[in-house]
């Protein structure tokens, strides 16, 4: 008797053809280790490790696989998106924090590796103090979600999945 092979789950989204998940990369940086525990009216009442979660739960949910990784470091996060190209990793979800604000060298490192990846930010920064309204990575994104809190994340998530998974 010929054995028939199961087919693929039809059209998922985040998965690559052969089925392996399709990986993406979560960077928060400068501060952001503190969400939940201070500023909550700026910044919400969610820690970091639940934010992490929930944008991890709806990466799984595509059928990608989200690594989530935190730094204070601007010469870390340079370093982290460098080993991202090595590793595989088909885009990535920022929030650079302040660093969003002046760091070229963050910018140079996500134009090197050539990723797409989306840029978040949990507060409306264009509400808020004028250097907050300039970032070295916008204009190299494939989409930038402000101002709708934690669920930014969760948004990013759906919009780069789709946007890796159109091709
Ligand atoms: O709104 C955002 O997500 C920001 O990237 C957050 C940065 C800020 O410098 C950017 O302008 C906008 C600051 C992150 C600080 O995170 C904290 C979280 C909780 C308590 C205190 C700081």
């Known amino acids: 008797m010929t054995a028939t092979p199961t087919p693929a789950a ?90 969003t604000h002046t760091s070229i060298a963050i910018r140079d490192a996500l134009a090197a590796t050539a990723l797409p990846f989306v840029e978040v930010h949990i507060s409306n920064v264009h509400a808020r103090e004028p250097f907050r309204h300039r970032s070295y990575l916008s204009a190299m994104a494939a989409g930038i979600v402000v101002g709708f809190g934690v669920d930014g994340y969760r948004l990013a998530v759906q919009g780069l999945v789709r946007r890796l998974s159109a091709g």
């Open 10 to 99: 039809p059209g998922r989204a985040g998965l690559a053809q052969d089925d392996i998940a399709m990986k993406l990369l979560l960077i928060n940086g400068p501060n952001l280790n503190l969400l939940g525990l201070r500023e909550p009216a700026t910044y919400g009442h969610a820690t970091l490790a639940e934010v992490e979660r929930a944008a991890a739960a709806e990466a799984a949910r595509m059928g990608a696989e989200l690594a989530p990784w935190q730094s204070n470091h601007e010469g870390a996060i340079v370093e982290r998106i460098h080993a991202a190209h090595t590793e595989g990793v088909a885009g990535i979800v920022i929030n650079a924090g302040a660093y």
